[in-house]
């Protein structure tokens, strides 16, 4: 209990920096204004954030504990492969995508922000790939594992940088070339289930 009360008041001081960011930039609030917005104290912002740069870039890491749950709850002999695919349509869906793709673009704008969203993205990769690693147990070989989540990696990193145009929803610049999310997922599990 004390875990989950601990993660919830480190979300809503992530979002809190977040949403901060979103309406005034980086550099027009400090940490109290994140504090009194989440209704906590400087002091629990300083328990788990040890600056606001550090909380922004943490709203990233929210879904990560989820995908745990979605992934314990499927039939055990369930392809690896299409375990991912129901963790990609159910926790990560398009809006936290959109969420993941603006964090990027703030850190692009922000130099300061960056570095703290590049460990919040390793921290997310390491745990990702350790669950799945878990979830494959011995019925894959070992390279097998790391391929997998590297090449689905990939892909969605492709989509949240812009090298691929995936609409996510929300996004008013659509190109005649842009695919929604749910193709985009169906492609790239087509294409790592039947081989490029």
Same mark, same amino acid.
């Given at each position: 209990m004390r875990d989950l009360k601990r993660e919830a008041t480190a979300e809503a001081l992530a979002?809190? %920096?977040?949403? *901060? #960011?979103?309406?005034r930039g980086l550099s !027009?609030?400090?940490t109290a204004d994140v504090v009194e917005?989440? !209704?906590?104290?400087?002091? #629990?912002? %300083?328990?788990?954030?040890?600056?606001?740069e550090e909380? /922004?870039?943490s709203v990233a890491f929210g879904g990560v504990e989820d995908a745990s749950a979605i992934l314990t709850g499927l039939p055990a002999d369930l392809s690896l492969l299409d375990a991912l695919l129901a963790v990609m349509r159910t926790q990560f869906t398009a809006d936290a995508l959109v969420r993941m793709r603006e964090l990027m673009a703030m850190a692009r =704008?922000?130099? #300061?922000?960056?570095?703290?969203? *590049? !460990? /919040? =993205? =390793?921290r997310m990769r390491h745990t990702a790939q350790d669950l799945l690693a878990s979830v494959a147990g011995d019925r894959y070989p070992t390279v097998y594992v790391p391929l997998l989540f590297g090449a689905v990696y990939g892909? /969605?990193? %492709?989509?949240?940088e812009g090298t691929?145009? /995936?609409h996510l929803g929300g996004e008013s610049d659509l190109s005649s070339t842009s695919m929604d999310y749910s193709s985009f997922l169906d492609i790239t599990f087509d294409y790592l289930r039947h081989g490029f």
């Open positions: 979002k809190a %920096a977040f949403d *901060l #960011t979103r309406e !027009g609030f400090v917005r989440a !209704g906590y104290s400087r002091r #629990t912002f %300083a328990n788990h954030f040890s600056c606001k909380a /922004v870039a =704008q922000y130099p #300061t922000l960056e570095p703290y969203v *590049l !460990g /919040v =993205q =390793q892909a /969605v990193m %492709a989509a949240l691929l145009d /995936v």
